[in-house]
């Protein structure tokens, strides 16, 4: 861990919006989870939720660029537990969606507690997930194809949300519980190390001032050169 790299995993560390997040009802191609999960990443999104019919898309580095390493994926088998769980939280969950009741995406205020929902990939939003949210959100089409790829509608909104929180200065003040703070820099330092303490049950070391581990215990150092 050089200095460089300590500093720089801290800058975006301060920058993550833990309000703010996106939950994809059953989005399928690893090509769209992979882009929304890097989008996330840009936006300082800390964690994705995703719910699966079937098996969990794998993430294809190519198109996620390492971003998966940095943005925490949450998987449910079931949408309205997923919705619920989100608003029990104090999360608002806006459906990306087309129907009656939806209102241009730019009117809303994503500076407050706030879930992206987005559809699978042809059939778009369930009816039951479109019954459970708090909106109904469009992005306006004016061509003549009536939608947006998933990851492409998922960067719209975001970016949106991430200008309200520039211009509101979510940016310029760390939004992260100081626990969460710490535990995620020590895991985004040394994920290996990391995992050993978490295997023995120990409370993570605390780090120095350019990153370095302050005191580590020898049986995860021993652990650490055991490791494959
Ligand atoms: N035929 C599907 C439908 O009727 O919803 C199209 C699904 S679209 C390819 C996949 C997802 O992208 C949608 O469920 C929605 O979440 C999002 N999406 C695409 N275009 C959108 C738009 N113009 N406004 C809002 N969301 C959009």
């Keep these: 861990m050089t200095p460089e790299r300590f500093q720089r995993i801290k800058q975006v560390l301060n920058r993550r919006q833990p309000d703010l997040t996106v939950l994809t009802e059953d989005v ?23 719910v699966n019919l079937v098996d969990e898309p794998p993430i294809f580095n190519q198109v996620a660029r390492g971003s998966q390493k940095w943005v925490n994926l949450h998987t449910y088998s079931d949408i309205k537990i997923a ?15 087309l129907s009656d009741r939806s209102i241009n995406y730019c009117k809303l205020d994503y500076t407050k507690p706030t879930a992206i929902l987005l559809g699978a990939e042809k059939w778009g939003v369930s009816e039951e997930a479109a019954r459970e949210v708090d909106e109904h959100i469009i992005i306006p089409m004016l061509g003549m194809v009536q939608s947006l790829n998933v990851s492409v509608a998922a960067a ?12 509101a200065g ?4 760390v939004r992260l519980d100081k626990e969460t703070y710490d535990r995620l ?9 990391a995992s050993n303490y978490r295997q023995q049950g120990k409370a993570y070391p605390n780090l120095g001032e350019d990153g370095e581990i302050l005191e580590v215990s020898q049986s995860a150092i021993d652990n650490y050169w055991t490791l494959d």
């Design 170 to 173: 979510y940016y310029d003040r």
């Design 28 to 50: 399928h191609k690893p090509h769209n989870v992979s882009a929304i999960i890097r989008t996330s990443d840009a936006i300082g999104i800390l964690e994705v939720h995703s």
């Design 185 to 193: 820099l020590f895991e985004w330092c040394y994920p290996e190390i």
């Design 83 to 97: 919705i619920t769980g989100l608003q029990q939280q104090g999360f608002k969950v806006y459906a990306a969606h």
């Design 156 to 167: 719209v909104i975001l970016f949106e949300a991430q200008r309200q929180r520039l211009k």
